[in-house]
């Protein structure tokens, strides 16, 4: 039995990994879809204009406005429409800062050696030397401006209820490493991780699935990127948080990509999608982490709300029943059984068997001594939903006298 059973989870493994191939696959056709549309091309075309920072300012940007997502000067928003709003306090960045010196050097002849005056002391000229300094500057992020309207591409917000919000609300804060909240954000964002403090902010007030979806994006940056590798650009990190939102919601049955593709493909530099693809076996790895530990913690907490604690005594007490009558049982049925195959399902068993075999849960004896008999595993099922049908008819006590 225990090899049926093994057998049995290496097939619901191997299922669940063809199914995140599917699903990762998926994302490669939908964000190729998006970078080939014309909506694409324009938004390329308006990115470009944009200033790429340094991972070090993207810290910085990230440290004194989280959720910042288009950031640059005071000018350039001029030059493309847009004002900063009265009142708005610019974000620091370092920016490259050359000048100029003049220096006195010694004069070289055209072998490179020292030219000495009469007195035999080096002849002197003067000499600009381009150094390179650094000084602070303030940029501004979009939402800090207004003005004309930035070309936008896919759907501002997820629509939709998700079935059993609040319990898996609850799943995704236990599953997360850092603590959870909601909150009013001031910038174009629907959540953020902030890294110094170490938590994770929600926008409030967005649909469950759009809540969800954001939540999920941010828990892989809480997971993955809190102390990532310097190499690992701000593209690929946004690639990883996003597909695994979308892939983990998708094999819930939820489909994010109408937000989701064109979110992955404005992180993609090119049209091979070099950065999606080197991505792919990290969202496909933490994805089936995450599903794992959400099955795991929902089956925990649907039992715990289902089961009162007199429930459990009761099942306990029958599963205990159950288990002597079938050590009983063994002693009067010829055990052990073997499968088809002739493997034995029990380490005591001898070779007079041949022809019975375990089915499932059933056991059927060919022979027609006692023909098919439900297994422990059943019986504890019926006894469980015998015990929650009583505790949903309303607080009367079952035949032994315990209260549900």
């Known amino acids: ?45 308006t990115m470009a204009k944009f200033p790429h920072y340094s991972l070090n300012n993207c810290i910085l940007i990230s440290m004194q406005k989280p959720g910042a997502t288009l950031c640059q000067s005071y000018g350039a928003w001029k030059k493309m429409g847009r004002y900063v709003k009265k009142g708005e306090k610019g974000i620091k960045v370092i920016a490259p800062a050359p000048y100029t010196i003049e220096k006195e050097v010694d004069k070289l002849d055209a072998n490179g050696k020292v030219v000495l005056d009469k007195d035999g002391e080096p002849v002197k000229v003067k000499q600009e030397l381009n150094l390179m300094g650094f000084k602070a500057e303030s940029t501004f992020d979009v939402s800090q401006t207004e003005g004309k309207e930035l070309p936008k591409l896919g759907i501002d917000e997820l629509k939709g209820d998700v079935n059993k919000f609040s319990l898996l609300m609850d799943v995704i804060r236990e599953v997360s490493p850092v603590p959870i909240g909601y909150e009013d954000i001031t910038t174009r964002a629907k959540g953020y991780y ?74 993609t530099t090119d049209e091979s999608m070099k950065e999606l693809k080197a991505a792919l076996n990290t969202i496909r790895a933490t994805s089936a982490t995450i599903i794992r530990a959400v099955e795991d913690k929902m089956l925990d907490k649907e039992k715990s709300q289902v089961m009162s604690p007199e429930q459990e005594a009761e099942l306990e007490k029958y599963a205990r029943e159950q288990r002597e009558q079938a050590n009983d049982q ?22 007079g068997n041949v022809g019975r075999k375990i089915l499932g849960t059933v056991r059927i004896l060919p022979d027609g001594a006692g023909g098919k008999r439900p297994s422990l595993l059943d019986k504890l099922k019926i006894e469980k939903e015998r015990l929650s049908r009583e505790k949903a008819a309303g607080g009367a006590a079952n035949e032994k006298g315990v209260a549900i």
């Open 330 to 351: 063994r002693k009067d049925d010829d055990w052990p059984l073997k499968d088809d195959e002739g493997v034995v399902a029990d380490k005591t068993a001898t070779n």
């Open 194 to 267: 902030h890294v110094a403090e170490k938590r994770i902010a929600i926008q409030k007030d967005m649909s469950e699935l759009q809540t969800l979806k954001t939540c999920l994006h941010e828990v892989v940056h809480a997971k993955l990127h809190s102390d990532a590798d310097s190499n690992i650009s701000k593209n690929r990190k946004e690639i990883e948080a996003e597909g695994t939102a979308a892939v983990v919601l998708n094999f819930f049955g939820y489909d994010t990509g109408a937000y989701s593709f064109p979110y992955l493909a404005s992180y």
């Open 1 to 45: 039995m225990a090899e049926t059973n093994n057998n049995a989870q290496d097939m619901n493994f191997k299922s669940r990994e063809d199914r995140l191939k599917e699903l990762t696959d998926q994302l490669e056709v939908g964000v190729k879809a998006v970078r080939n549309s014309a909506e694409f091309k324009t938004l390329l075309a």
